[in-house]
């Protein structure tokens, strides 16, 4: 059974399920959305800064929040990605990257989470989904701030061809 703030990514939830829990925490129109795209290719690259609050250095305070995001980020099971949780400096700290085949919906849900889970809490989350029509040749950035999560085009990489690759070339031999 799921508590109120238990990760939405226990292996008791089924990911591909659009239960109760998932649409009171994230919303209804951000999981319609996640589960509306279809993906060939899903390269993301996220980073986030745990807090619960703007003012609090407290590391005891945050120690629950903190095992579920080792939970949440430990149960993504793409087998193609890696993931880190470290405190320094009394900051605790989260890292991950990835690119398996096909979408996966726990690293999608996992910044919508954290807004509401622990607010206070900051970072960038880099997506790649080259079948996604409306964004195939670019990256798009999630932020997460003050308990929200922004997206935007990102501008450093996109568009991603010619910026970072080549256009298909039937006659190159490689």
Not at 80 to 97: E, H, K, L, Q, Y
Not at 145 to 168: N, Q
């Amino acid at each position: 059974m799921i508590t109120k703030h238990a990760s939405p990514f226990a292996k008791k939830v089924e990911p591909s399920c659009a239960n109760a829990y998932y649409l009171a925490v994230v919303g209804e129109t951000m999981v319609s959305r996640i589960r509306s795209w279809a993906f060939a290719m899903f390269e993301y690259h996220g980073w986030a800064i745990v807090r619960q609050d703007t003012y609090s250095t407290n590391e005891a305070s945050l120690n629950d929040i903190v095992e579920e995001v080792r939970q949440a980020l430990g149960e993504f099971g793409d087998g193609s990605g890696v993931r880190d949780v470290r405190w320094i400096n009394g900051t605790c700290m989260v890292w991950f990257a990835g690119c398996p085949n096909h979408r996966n919906e726990r690293v999608l849900l996992f910044f919508p989470w954290l807004a509401q889970r622990a607010p206070a809490s900051y970072g960038l989350l880099y997506l790649w989904a080259d079948e996604r029509r409306e964004c195939e040749n670019e990256f798009r950035v999630w932020r997460l701030l003050r308990g929200r999560v922004e997206e935007s085009v990102d501008l450093l990489l996109s568009p991603c061809i010619p910026t970072i690759e080549d256009a298909y070339d039937p006659d190159c031999k490689d």
